[in-house]
C-alpha cells in the first residue's frame, strides 16, 4: 500500500526558520514572478516550471493526466530555502519535476486552509510534520505521498529528493489507478467524522480544564521554563491557559502552582535568547531547552501573543522584566513591522548578509556578537559589566553541537547570566547604577547594529495576525496608559478596514501586498480580527469597533459554521479547490479560529447579554470536546475561553456623561487588576441608546446622567451596588477577585 511508503521516505521534519539567499541568474522568471506572495516570488527564478495554487495547474495536471507536486512553505523558513538552494535550484531535479509532475509553490501564511489539509495527511502518515511541507497529490488533488525536507541525494536509510521524484513517477507511470485508489482510501481515513458532540449544557469542562493543567504540568521543564523537552517554542494559546488558570481557579493552590509555571517561562523568554534585547522583540524559538540559542526570524504573531501575555503578568506581578519586554516589543514592531499606513507586516528573517559587501548570508548575522566587536563599541568602563550580564566569552558562547551549520562559530548570543543584583554585589555598584550602565550599552549596540544589513522583511499584510497586534497595543494603552498605543491600534484597525474588508459584502480577505489582495479570508481572520475589535472597543468606546465586530462575527457565523457538529470549519465553502473542509482541532502557535470564536462569543454575550451567542459559544465548544478529551493539551486557548461559558464572565459598567473626568479615575481602578473575563463598558450620551436595545439593565437607567461617573461590577448579570467612590471600586473588585 502506498501510505506504507511514506514513513521511510519522510523528510526530516523541518523547523521553521529563515530565508533564501539573493540569487542572480540570467534565467527568465517563472509565472510565479507576477504572484504578490514574497515567498513566492522567492522561487521565480527556479528552473521549476511552478505553477501558483489555481485552476491553470490543476487543469494541466488533468489534460495530461500527471500527478501534481506542492511544495508549501513560507518566505522566513530557513529548511524551505535550504531545499531550494539545494533541489529546486538544481537544473537536473527540475528537469524531473518538469517531465512527470506539475509542480505548484503555496505559501502558508496565504493559505493556512490548505496548508492544514495537507499537513495532517502528512502527520497521520509520517508521525511528523513542518515545512517545508512536499506532498504529491493525484490531478483531483488528493494526497498520496508526502514528507517534509528532502535531501538532494541518498543519506543512508533516507532516501534523496531525487531517488522519491523518480520512485513516484514510476509508480504513477504503472499504475495511476491503483495509486488513486488508494488515495481515495487514504482520504476517506482523513475525513472520517469524529464521534458527534456531547449536549453542551453536559460538558464538565472544569474537569477538563484540570486535565489541561495536569498535562502541562508533566510536560513542564521545571529547570528552565517551557513545556518542550530540547527546542523551546512560546506557544500564546498555552501561556493564555496559564493566564487564565492563575487568576481563576477555584482551588488557591492551582492558582499558584500555574502562576509559577507561567512567570519561569516568562522570566527565560524575557532574559535569555528568545528575546533581542538590543533591538526590542522575540525570536520565533530556541535550538536549546535553556532558550539561550534562537532561531533567529521574528513573527508577528509571536511579538503579539507574547506582548499580551507579559503584559497580564505584569499586572499579576509588576515584575518590571514583565513590562520592559512588553514595551520594548511594542518599539520594535512600530519601528519594524509597520506599514506607513497602519497596518503590521509578517516577519523579519533569521538570516542576514554579515557585511554590506558580503556574498553569502549567515543566519543570526544581523543578532550576534564577537567578543571583540563588543570591545570595540562599547566604552571599557562598560565592557566587563556587559560581558559579565550576557554571557559574553572570548571564542563565543553558542555550544557546537547547537550550531548545526557551523554559522554561529566565535559568535555571541546575548542572554542574561547574571542579574542586577548580582552583578551589583560583584562588581561593588549599585542596582540603579548597573541598569544604567547596561541600558547605555544597549543603546550604543543599537546605534552600531543600525549599520549592519537588516534581515529580509516579508511586509505581507496578514489579517489574522494584524488582529492580534491590535489587540497588543490597545491591551497596552489600557494597561500601561499610553496613549500613543491606542493610536497604533485605531491605524491598524482603519487599515484592515479600508484594505482587506469588502464594505458591500462584510467580507474579509486573507492577506494584502503591494495594492493587491486574495479574495478569500479564513475563519481565524474573522475571529482575531473580532478580538482586536473587542479589545479596541474596551479601549476608547468607540461604538463603530464593537458594530463591526457583531458584523464580522454574523458574516463568520455565516460562512464558516459546521451546522452538522458545531465550531468552524477552515475553508470557505466557495473554493472548490480545496479537497475537504475540516476544522483545525489544535491550538498551535496560534489559536485555533473556534478556539478564538468561543471566546469572542462568550464577550460579546457578557456585554450584550445575549442568550443566543452563549449558546453558539457552547456549541462551538462542545464540538471539540472529543478533541480535548484526547489530548488535554492540544488546544489550551480553548480551555481558556469556555470559562466565558461557565456563568463568572464580570461587566464592569461605566455610566457618565463623555467629558466626567472622575471616569479616568474609575477605569483606571478596573483596569489595574487583571481579570481574564471581564468586558468594561461605558454609557454615556453616544453608547446608551445602542446598549439599552440590547441589555435589560442599561434601558433601566435613569435618563438623566449621574453627576460623577458611576461604576457597576456585575457577574452572572446580577450588579453590585453602585459607587462614584473610587476605594469602594477598589473594594468591590478585590472581593469579586476572591
Request: aromatic fraction near 10%.
Amino acid at each position: 500500500m502506498i501510505l506504507r511508503l511514506v514513513a521511510p521516505f519522510a523528510g526530516l521534519a523541518a523547523c521553521v526558520a529563515g530565508a533564501a539567499e539573493t540569487v542572480t541568474t540570467d534565467r527568465e522568471p517563472n509565472r510565479l514572478i507576477h504572484e504578490k506572495s514574497p515567498y513566492l516570488r522567492q522561487h521565480a527564478y527556479n528552473p521549476v516550471d511552478w505553477y501558483p495554487w489555481g485552476e491553470e495547474a490543476f487543469a494541466k495536471a488533468e489534460a495530461e493526466n500527471k500527478p501534481i507536486f506542492l511544495s508549501v512553505g513560507y518566505s522566513t523558513c530557513h529548511w524551505c530555502h535550504v531545499m531550494a538552494a539545494e533541489s529546486f535550484a538544481d537544473d537536473g531535479v527540475a528537469a524531473i519535476l518538469n517531465e512527470h509532475f506539475v509542480s505548484i509553490k503555496l505559501d502558508r501564511e496565504e493559505r493556512p486552509d490548505i496548508d492544514h489539509i495537507y499537513m495532517t495527511f502528512v502527520q497521520r502518515a509520517t508521525g511528523s510534520g513542518g515545512w517545508p511541507l512536499n506532498v504529491w497529490l493525484t490531478p483531483e488533488r488528493q494526497p498520496f505521498f508526502g514528507g517534509t525536507y528532502f535531501a538532494p541525494e541518498d543519506r543512508g536509510r533516507r532516501p534523496g529528493f531525487t531517488t522519491v521524484l523518480n520512485h513516484l513517477a514510476g509508480l504513477w507511470a504503472n499504475d495511476a489507478d491503483q495509486v488513486r485508489a488508494q488515495s481515495d482510501q487514504m482520504l476517506t481515513a482523513l475525513t472520517q467524522e469524529m464521534a458527534p458532540p456531547p449536549d453542551p449544557d453536559g460538558v464538565d469542562w472544569d474537569a477538563l480544564r484540570d486535565a489541561g493543567l495536569a498535562g502541562f504540568t508533566e510536560r513542564f521543564d521545571r529547570d528552565h521554563g517551557g513545556f518542550d523537552a530540547i527546542e523551546k517554542f512560546p506557544s500564546g494559546p498555552t501561556l493564555e491557559f496559564l493566564l487564565d488558570v492563575a487568576a481563576s481557579h477555584p482551588d488557591d493552590a492551582q492558582r499558584a502552582h500555574a502562576l509559577d509555571m507561567l512567570t519561569a517561562t516568562l522570566e527565560a523568554m524575557a532574559t535569555q535568547g528568545l528575546h533581542d534585547h538590543v533591538g526590542g522583540g522575540f525570536h520565533r524559538y530556541t535550538v536549546d531547552e535553556a532558550w539561550q540559542v534562537p532561531h533567529f526570524e521574528k513573527m508577528l504573531y509571536d511579538q503579539a501573543q507574547i506582548a499580551h501575555a507579559m503584559l497580564s503578568v505584569w499586572q499579576l506581578t509588576r515584575r518590571e522584566e514583565f513590562r520592559s519586554s512588553v514595551v520594548d516589543t511594542l518599539a520594535y514592531v512600530r519601528a519594524r513591522l509597520t506599514d506607513p499606513e497602519g497596518g503590521f507586516y509578517s516577519a523579519e528573517d533569521a538570516v542576514s548578509f554579515p557585511t554590506t559587501d558580503a556574498i553569502k548570508t549567515r543566519e543570526g548575522a544581523y543578532y550576534t556578537w564577537t567578543a571583540g566587536e563588543l570591545a570595540d563599541v562599547l566604552p571599557e568602563k562598560d565592557h566587563e559589566l556587559f560581558a559579565a550580564a550576557f554571557g559574553v566569552r572570548a571564542g563565543g558562547n553558542v555550544a557546537p553541537e547547537l550550531d548545526i551549520q557551523d554559522e554561529l562559530v566565535g559568535q555571541n548570543v546575548l542572554h542574561r547570566t547574571r542579574t542586577n543584583r548580582q552583578l551589583a554585589d560583584d562588581h561593588g555598584m549599585t542596582e540603579e547604577a548597573v541598569a544604567t550602565s547596561l541600558a547605555a550599552s544597549l543603546n550604543r549596540l543599537r546605534e552600531h547594529r543600525e549599520h549592519r544589513p537588516r534581515p529580509h522583511l516579508d511586509d505581507k499584510v496578514v489579517t489574522a495576525w494584524n488582529g492580534m497586534m491590535i489587540s497588543a497595543y490597545a491591551r497596552a494603552a489600557q494597561v500601561l496608559g499610553d496613549p500613543g498605543y491606542l493610536t497604533t491600534a485605531q491605524r491598524g484597525a482603519q487599515f484592515l478596514r479600508e484594505r482587506l474588508y469588502d464594505e458591500t459584502t462584510s467580507m474579509l480577505v486573507r492577506s494584502y501586498r503591494e495594492g493587491r489582495r486574495n479574495d478569500l479570508g479564513f475563519a481565524e481572520d474573522y475571529a482575531l480580527v473580532i478580538q482586536g475589535l473587542l479589545d479596541l472597543y474596551e479601549t476608547d468606546f468607540d461604538i463603530g469597533w464593537l458594530e463591526w465586530a457583531m458584523e464580522l462575527q454574523a458574516k463568520q457565523d455565516e460562512i464558516f459554521w459546521d451546522a452538522e457538529t458545531g465550531g468552524y470549519l477552515a475553508s470557505d465553502p466557495r473554493d472548490d479547490s480545496v479537497v475537504m473542509r475540516v476544522k483545525i482541532e489544535y491550538d498551535g502557535a496560534e489559536p485555533s479560529a473556534t478556539s478564538a470564536a468561543v471566546r469572542n462569543l462568550g464577550r460579546l454575550a457578557a456585554l450584550l447579554h445575549d442568550e443566543a451567542l452563549l449558546t453558539r459559544a457552547r456549541q462551538a465548544a462542545a464540538s471539540m470536546v472529543a478533541v480535548v478529551e484526547r489530548s488535554p493539551t492540544a488546544l489550551p486557548q480553548m480551555l481558556a475561553s469556555v470559562g466565558w461559558l461557565e456563568g463568572d464572565a464580570q461587566q464592569a459598567l461605566l455610566h457618565s456623561s463623555i467629558n466626567d473626568l472622575h471616569f479616568e479615575s474609575l477605569l483606571s481602578e478596573v483596569r489595574s487588576r487583571f481579570h481574564p473575563r471581564r468586558m468594561v463598558v461605558r454609557i454615556d450620551e453616544t453608547s446608551r441608546p445602542y446598549f439599552k436595545s440590547y441589555v435589560e439593565f442599561i434601558a433601566g437607567l435613569p435618563d438623566e446622567l449621574p453627576e460623577a461617573a458611576t461604576a457597576y461590577i456585575c457577574e452572572n448579570f446580577v450588579c453590585q451596588m453602585p459607587t462614584s467612590d473610587r476605594d469602594e471600586l477598589a473594594m468591590i473588585l478585590d472581593r469579586a477577585a476572591n
